[in-house]
């Protein structure tokens, strides 16, 4: 691996809501998954809201199962006290130049992952700590889970940083379904992005 590219010491901060997922290696899911929500509920339980740890351990297997089936760098789902079922997960990624693109540029990233399922995206160029980022919010339409069944809208918000360090770029997804949580959640994304380290 060249050196321009480690991205091991790659960091962020958020909150005790964001249960990181394991992604990688030989952990049991179910033994994990169990453990983890009996912990959410207790965590619940002081917050003074109810938690099901036998739904929120079908919940967070689930989960974190489909996060590692992308293979991210870190992945980790927002749990809302009294909620039985992820609010919001967290996809922290990289994206290596190789011999089609010699140069990750924040065109590029923007271009890759803008989509026009519900008209123009809401991009914006902006400056982390970490680098010169691109911050993209858009909704989109999830694929099909059954032959005739329902599209969800996914809402997302998208950080692409370029780090001085390294070739690669630096990506943030969350995502999630309820409009009700898009202020908040931009809000909390936006303080998450701040805090990428390498």
Known sequence: MDMTDDLSNLGLECSE???PFPL???L?????????AKDLAERYERDGEKGNARLLA?????????????????AFGWYVSGHQSVAAVLELDAIHPD?????????LLTESMS????????????????????????????ERKRLLGPRPVIRTLFYG??????????TLLVSWTEPVLDEPLEGIVDGIARTLSL
Do not use: H, M
């Open 17 to 19: 809501d964001w249960v």
């Open 24 to 26: 990688s290696g030989t």
């Open 28 to 36: 049991d899911l179910d033994y994990w998954a169990e453990y983890q």
């Open 58 to 74: 079908r919940d967070l297997k689930r989960t974190a199962a489909d996060c590692r089936t992308r293979d991210p760098l870190g």
């Open 99 to 107: 011999a089609t693109y010699p140069e990750v540029t924040l065109s």
């Open 115 to 142: 989509a026009r399922d519900f008209g123009e995206p809401d991009v914006r160029e902006t400056r982390l700590p970490l680098g010169d980022a691109v911050r993209i919010r858009q909704n989109v339409i999830e």
């Open 161 to 170: 940083v370029r780090p001085a360090a390294t070739d690669a770029a630096v």
